[in-house]
């Protein structure tokens, strides 16, 4: 209710009943007083304790490490980000590190001056140097624990602008970079302290801890993977750098689906064109140990055209552009150098079959050229589907489906002329294309299930 509204007589009653109470706050609005608009209460350092100043003197005397010169000098720009009561914090622990040996000295020597008389593995201690002893332990000893030995920091004050940003074009980049973020959030990045092991200076054959000195590093949660970073600023390379983080980047990123499917169809079709280059050099041998003017005559009457073997120089060529592309993780350019591959070997492996089917060369070898039409159009679609045209993923895997030639061809193209208007680089040789002969009935080179040729309507648009 406003303090300049009219109060009726209830309400009257009632607030005058609570200033008899003793209620201030209801005395001071009935006498038309109003209270000053409330301030944010300034944060107020905590000035140190006896206990502290006691407990600093004793460290500086026995030259304990210095928190802010230690953190400043190895991870400056964490320094940079750290509360005083998180350095607080930290130099507790490096002053426990040699006052409490200190202190547990002391009451050791008195515990042995208490001692009056040992009979038997007994002994008879003089109380009031016990009491002694125990009250040297309890004023001087400085509690700490593991959970004092670590600071959540702040991570976007440590991450640099482009830590997160994906470097490649592969989308499995980009989400697995948000999965980064969301464990940095979840678990935290840590400043951890420990005592550093140095050379015994009487036997340098060994190591020993040194209480005065410490090491300091961050990790990813309160006991994770260490984050190599050389000042504290966390960039790409530290994030990779960490050891969870990196597997999960080989595993989702450069083993992931995108990548996977790529190195896949990649070695399926070079498998294919080795096989269709065997096949046509079988062709080619059988040829030229046949009678003479036998072959022509065959391939007169048949109406056959053998093919010049040239024709697997295309699509050998354009699949070590994908691969030359794909160096580096990078997907967009290397996918339509691979589809655009896998349908060169698909209409070079047609036009074999072709005059395989004219010639009545043999149906083994028909079915095998046939079986490289039909598995190169199967890496054409899985090249298109990497990226989201047509994707269909089982088990994690990019996998192929019975899509018919001309709907491949159609897309192929749309792929081409994205890229060519993004970019263009090479998209002179995926055009190059167009040039390739197709077998007699067929535009695209496509096969329909028991004939030597299909219908396709994209390539010859180009």
């Known amino acids: 209710m406003p303090l300049d509204a009219p109060l009726g007589p209830p309400q009257v009653h009632l607030m005058v009943l609570q200033r008899k109470a003793g209620n201030r706050a209801v005395a001071a609005m009935l006498r038309g007083e109003r209270r000053p608009p409330s301030r944010p209460t300034p944060a107020v350092q905590r000035k140190p304790s006896a206990a502290d100043r006691r407990r600093r003197a004793r460290a500086t005397k026995l030259k304990a490490a210095d928190a802010r010169k230690l953190i400043g000098d190895t991870l400056p720009h964490v320094l940079q980000s750290m509360t005083e009561s998180q350095l607080d914090q930290l130099q507790k622990v490096f002053d426990a590190s040699v006052v409490n040996p200190d202190v547990q000295s002391e009451a050791a020597a008195i515990d042995r001056k208490s001692i009056i008389a040992e009979s038997g593995g007994y002994a008879n201690r003089d109380p009031d140097l016990v009491a002694k002893a ?4 309890e004023r001087g ?46 678990k935290g990045v840590y400043l951890r302290v420990a005592p550093k092991l140095v050379k015994d200076p009487e036997d340098p054959s060994r190591h020993i801890i040194d209480p005065r000195q410490f090491e300091a590093w961050l ?30 980047y080989y595993e989702n990123v450069d083993q992931g689906p995108v990548q996977a499917a790529i190195d896949r169809e990649v070695k399926r079709l070079r498998g294919q064109i080795e096989i269709g280059q065997e096949q046509h050099m079988l062709l080619s041998k059988n040829r030229n140990e046949a009678a003479p003017f036998v072959p022509e005559i065959s391939d007169f009457f048949g109406g056959a055209d053998f093919p010049d073997f040239s024709i697997w120089d295309q699509p050998h060529k354009l699949l070590l552009r994908a691969m030359e592309f794909n160096v580096g993780g990078n997907v967009n350019s290397s996918q339509p150098f691979l589809v655009v591959a896998a349908i060169a070997t698909r209409n070079a492996a047609n036009l074999l079959h072709q005059y395989i089917d004219d010639s009545s060369a043999g149906a083994e070898r028909a079915i095998k050229v046939l079986k490289v039409a039909k598995t190169a159009g199967q890496v054409a679609e899985v090249g298109l589907a990497v990226t989201g045209v047509g994707l269909i993923a089982k088990g994690g895997r990019v996998v192929a489906t019975e899509v018919a030639a001309s709907e491949v061809d159609v897309a192929a193209e749309a792929l081409v002329k994205r890229y060519a208007a993004r970019n263009g680089i090479g998209a002179d040789e995926l055009a190059s294309v167009r040039y390739v002969p197709q077998p007699k009935g067929s535009i695209a080179g496509g096969v329909k299930p028991g004939t030597s040729s299909g219908a396709g309507s994209g390539w010859h648009k180009w």
Do not use: F
């Not at 125990?134 to 332990?137: L, P, Q």
């Not at 997160?164 to 592969?170: G, I, K, S």
């Not at 050389?230 to 597997?247: C, F, M, N, P, S």
């Open 134 to 137: 125990d009250r040297v332990r």
């Open 141 to 186: 000893l400085v509690p700490v624990g593991e959970s004092d030995k670590r600071v959540r920091l702040d991570v976007d004050k440590l991450l640099t602008p482009d830590a997160l940003a994906p470097r490649t074009d592969n989308p499995d980049e980009v989400t697995y970079l948000q999965r980064v973020k969301n464990t940095l959030n979840a």
């Open 219 to 248: 990790s990813l949660g309160p006991a994770g993977d260490a984050i190599p970073t050389k000042d504290g600023r966390i960039d790409r390379d530290a994030l990779i750098g960490t050891t969870v983080l990196g597997a999960g």
